[in-house]
């Protein structure tokens, strides 16, 4: 047997190690999605709201990793507009929107992306006067009531779908003559005993999210059920912020709920 000289076997060995390098990468596809999609949950947990959009932006690139990122940027999107204003807000909430109906598009059986959607057009109504906020009630409703038929365990559906029949159900004359415009008249079955019923059940599903107890307590204030409203108020401040980065905002409202109800 003619066996090669020992500077061809080292060029042949050489070009075979090149060769499985360039073929494989350093590190797979869907590890990179993953590793994205955890440093976006870490940088939200730190409050670094930015960073973690930039991190599920990324993300988006990733076929499997594609719906959560989706989902995910949307709601990081959302909570960014509620605490922006202007025109900005504006930007981020519509970008909300988008992410979370592609997400819709992308796993329509899946829970997160409609809760996603509702939540965003949520937010973009309360940007908007009571004509357009009424036009998007009817598919905030539609998107939140297929999240909860999918998965009812979600508390901030069940939120979602109680702060709808809060504000129906509390619209002024004016709202009223509008919603008769846009939408036909009022939507039937909005009443405020739903939002409290459902406000209750999204605060026994998760007891540490603050903004439910705020708004259960904001609900009760608006009934002028005052010790109950104190009650839920105090619960919201006394709690250890964990559950959302925008904790620290929900209970400084409660606080200043609570100042005034006192004074009342």
Do not use: C
């Not at 202007?86 to 929107?97: D, I």
């Not at 992308?106 to 004509?131: F, I, M, N, T, Y």
């Not at 003559?177 to 998760?206: C, D």
């Not at 209970?251 to 709920?257: G, K, N, P, S």
Request: glycine share 8%.
């Amino acid at each position: 047997m003619r066996i090669a000289p020992p500077t061809v076997r080292s060029a042949v060995v050489l070009l075979l190690l090149l060769s499985l390098s360039a073929s494989a990468p350093s590190q797979p596809a869907a590890g990179r999605d993953d590793a994205r999609l955890s440093r976006g949950a870490e940088l939200l947990a730190r409050g670094d709201w930015m960073g973690a959009r930039s991190s599920y932006l990324e993300a988006l690139d990733g076929g499997s990793a594609r719906f959560t990122a989706l989902h995910r940027l949307a709601r990081v999107e959302s909570m960014l507009a509620e605490s922006g204003s202007g025109e900005e807000a504006r930007t981020l909430v519509a970008s909300a929107v988008e992410h979370a109906r592609a997400a819709v598009g992308l796993a329509p059986d899946s829970a997160a992306g409609h809760l996603e959607l509702a939540v965003a057009l949520g937010r973009q109504a309360l940007k908007e006067g009571p004509k357009t906020q009424l036009s998007l009630s009817r598919e905030i409703k539609s998107e939140v009531d297929r999240a909860l038929a999918i998965d009812p365990s979600l508390g901030r559906g069940w939120h979602v779908l109680a702060l709808w029949n809060r504000k129906l159900a509390s619209l002024n004359f004016v709202e009223r003559t509008v919603a008769k415009t846009v939408l036909g008249g009022v939507p039937k079955g909005a009443t405020m005993e739903n939002a409290v019923a459902h406000l209750q059940r999204a605060v026994a599903l998760e007891p540490a999210y603050v903004n439910h107890h705020l708004e259960l307590g904001r609900t009760f204030a608006q009934l002028k059920r005052t010790a109950e409203a104190r009650q839920e108020l105090e619960r919201a401040a006394g709690l250890t912020p964990e559950a959302g980065p925008l904790d620290a905002r929900y209970q400084a409202e409660a606080r200043e709920l609570l100042a005034r109800l006192k004074k009342s």
